[in-house]
């Protein structure tokens, strides 16, 4: 049975890997929902964060062949239950919607959302939260009015200790060992 999972790859940070990362899901056909990626908490090691829908045994086959790349560090794959996790969403609506009423003032409370700019033409709204909040912001947004709408892909930190620390360390032993 397909269900969402989270996986996260540490990497070097190399020119071309992108693509190759990328490139092991769409040789399986496999959707990407999600994916992000930055520098993680260790220096010049970088961050994939990617979400996808498929069965556990497909996952464990992905991170399998994600660590066999070369510059990949270490993958993981996590139930959504492992990790604490955002996205944050950009809607440009028209400025005019705001005058004379307070509907999207009240909106914008509603989804604990916060305006970044002010222009003569647009305001900016952000809203940080998962993408069923993200979203439920956009559709209200839709009915009034709303020039454009950006999210970005998923965020998350793991729930456990991370694991590419507790991996390092068995490999730095191993190798005084």
């Given at each position: 049975m397909e269900k969402e999972f989270t996986i996260t790859v540490?990497?070097?940070?190399?020119?071309?890997?992108?693509?190759?990362?990328?490139?092991?899901?769409?040789?399986?056909?496999?959707?990407?929902?999600?994916l992000t990626t930055s520098k993680s908490s260790l220096p010049n090691i970088?961050?994939?964060?990617?979400?996808?829908?498929?069965t556990e045994d497909m996952v464990?086959?992905?991170?399998?062949?994600?660590?066999?790349?070369?510059?990949?560090?270490?993958?993981f794959y996590y139930n959504p239950d492992e990790v604490v996790r955002q996205e944050i969403a950009l809607y440009k609506v028209p400025a005019e919607i705001f005058a004379g009423s307070s509907r999207v003032e009240r909106l914008v409370r509603a989804h604990n959302a916060r305006i970044l700019a002010i222009e003569p033409e647009y305001v900016v709204i952000e809203k940080t939260g998962h993408e069923s909040e993200t979203e439920a912001l956009l559709e209200e947004l839709k009915s009034i009015g709303i020039y454009e709408f950006v999210r970005s892909g998923r965020v998350a930190i793991v729930k456990p200790m991370e694991r590419l620390n507790t991996y390092l360390r068995s490999l730095e032993l191993a190798d005084q060992g």
């Open positions: 540490f990497t070097e940070n190399q020119s071309g890997l992108l693509s190759r990362v990328v490139t092991i899901f769409s040789r399986r056909h496999i959707n990407i929902e999600s970088h961050r994939f964060t990617i979400v996808v829908n498929v464990e086959k992905l991170v399998q062949q994600l660590d066999k790349q070369v510059d990949v560090l270490k993958a």
